[in-house]
């Protein structure tokens, strides 16, 4: 009897030291697929890869799994299914994959949401094969390329009402997709669909391998004064932001991809040398026009910060080839402004009015003058016909 006490004994004190695998979360993009275990301290763990048939197995030291393995509908297109087997002395996962996969494994610390976390991210061939920059057709259209911030792991900022600004910015960039498509000569696209994690870097080079004419990135704002209110545009800064408060939103986007999960060495080093290596004097000074020409429209909406276009070193603006602002659409941590930003009503009036800003633009700046007339002369008068 006391032999069999002092085993019950060992083996809930062997649980209690035991790292907890408490959810195994899936983020499906065109990219790659995100696995992400959730666990209850920081994770020591074995990865392997097997052939015939591919597959691989993930070893979680001294692991236990007290969650629910991902359904069939949520796995993606590379794998086939995930199982798992407890051992004394670890927890083995094994995703059976449909092909050959690049791996990458890491771990992430705590954020304002998740706990510890492995991470293992699975990229088809296609992943890594090199981006050419895609032609317009005919040289005809305008493109503007739509970059809804955070996503997947980064769940950016978070309203009273629980509202997350990843989903919110999605909802918003997907309207302004459909609006600008609406305008003669203009068409535009998303830099993710969906909801899961982009790296900066990565934001921008989607821009530039479309060949587009703009790069507009949507966020909205957060501060510890719930009263805060308002809306904000901004553009890139060589010399620094033009005001504190500036300054605070750029290094909070900028550390987006550590939120995010992305695997990067000496990422200080990648933050700082980011305005480094060009000149971006004449992208900057168009992207202030178009801040504008944007900020300008936006005024018939509500209040905006600042006395114009603001500055700072944000990494998802660097795009020398490419205008580029961000748009912070509100404040979510006010509850009057995270209810009005959550209304179709009021998603539709801030779209409007950026529309209008980039058409304004465009029509400063067309890709082709005599394109851009023939374009609105083919549409019945001008884009002004729409309501301008």
Known sequence: ??????????????????????????????????????????????????????????????????????????????IKKIRYGLHVDKVRFVVDLRAKVAIKDFVLKPNQIYGHRLVVDLEGSSAAQPKQKKPRPNGKEFLVVIDAGHGGEDPGAIGSRKTYEKKLVLQVA????????????????LTR?????????RRTQIAVDMNANLFISVHADSFTRKSAHGISVFALSERGATSERARLIANRENLSDLMGGVELENKEDVLVKVLADLSLSEQIERSLDLGSMVRSQLSNVGKLHGNGVEQAGFVVLKTPEIPSILVELGFISNPKEEKKLNTSSYQKKLVRHITRGVVRYAEKYPWNQDQWRTANSDASGSWGAKGR
């Open 174 to 189: 997907k309207r302004l997709k459909k609006s600008l498509d609406a305008q003669p000569g203009i068409r535009a696209e």
């Open 1 to 78: 009897m006391k032999k069999l006490f002092f085993l019950v004994l060992f083996l809930l004190s062997a649980d209690a030291f035991a790292v907890q695998i408490s959810d195994i979360r899936i983020w499906n993009s065109p990219e790659r697929t995100r696995l992400v275990f959730d666990a209850s301290a920081s994770v020591k763990y074995d990865l392997i890869l097997l052939s015939n048939p591919e597959r691989v197995a993930i070893d979680i030291i001294k692991g236990k799994f007290f969650g629910r393995v991902p359904s069939a509908s949520s796995l993606g297109p590379h």
């Open 193 to 201: 669909k969906g909801d899961y994690y982009i790296p900066l870097r």
